[in-house]
C-alpha cells in the first residue's frame, strides 16, 4: 500500500504520517528530509525543484517491489507531483490512498506556522507569508480529506485506518 499525504505546511500532515508509519510499520518518506540532505551534500535549495520528489518516488518504488507499505509525507502541491505518485503506485501494482490534509481554521494555522520548531537540522521552515504565497494547486482528484482543525492528530490516524480497513 502506498500512503501519501499532502497539504500546505503546518497543517499537521508530518505529526499524522509519522503517527501513522509506526501503527502500520510502514517505510515513512518525507520530503523535506530528503531536500535538506540534498541541500547539506551541496545543491542549492533554489535548485533542488522537483528532485526530493523524483528521490521519493524512487524509494518509494523500491519499499513497495520489497512488500512494505510506505507513507509518504509532502506538500504534494500541483497535479505534477501528484501524478507522479500515483504513476509508482500503478507501476508496482499497489493500491493508492492520496490524502490532503488542510486547516480550515487560519488564525488556528498561522498560530502552528509561527510556533514550530524545526526538527530537520539545518531546515528552514516558512513563515506564514510563505505558506499564504506557496503554489498550491486544488486537488481534483479523489482523496481522503483531513481537516485539523476539527480532528486531533489521533482521530485522524483512526480515519485514515478505518478508511484502509
Not at 518504488?61 to 501524478?83: H, I
Request: aromatic fraction near 6%; proline fraction near 4%.
Amino acid at each position: 500500500m502506498l500512503i501519501v499525504f499532502g497539504g500546505l505546511p503546518g497543517t499537521g500532515k508530518t505529526t499524522i504520517a509519522q503517527a501513522l508509519a509506526r501503527r502500520l510499520s510502514a517505510t515513512y518518506l518525507r520530503i523535506d528530509e530528503i531536500e535538506q540532505a540534498l541541500v547539506a551534500g551541496g545543491f542549492s535549495a533554489a535548485d533542488i525543484g522537483g528532485s526530493g520528489y523524483l528521490v521519493a518516488n524512487a524509494l518509494a518504488r523500491s519499499n513497495l517491489a520489497n512488500g512494505c507499505a510506505v507513507v509518504a509525507d509532502c506538500v504534494n502541491p500541483v497535479a505534477e507531483s501528484r501524478a507522479g505518485w500515483r504513476a509508482i503506485a500503478d507501476f508496482s501494482r499497489t493500491p493508492l490512498l492520496e490524502i490532503e490534509v488542510i486547516c480550515s481554521n487560519p488564525d488556528e494555522h498561522r498560530r502552528r506556522i509561527e510556533g514550530r520548531q524545526a526538527d530537520i537540522s539545518g531546515h528552514d521552515l516558512p513563515t506564514w507569508d510563505d505558506v499564504l504565497s506557496h503554489d498550491y494547486t486544488p486537488w481534483t482528484e479523489p482523496r481522503l480529506l483531513i481537516d485539523t482543525a476539527e480532528l486531533s492528530a489521533q482521530q485522524a490516524v483512526e480515519l485514515v485506518e478505518q478508511h484502509l480497513a
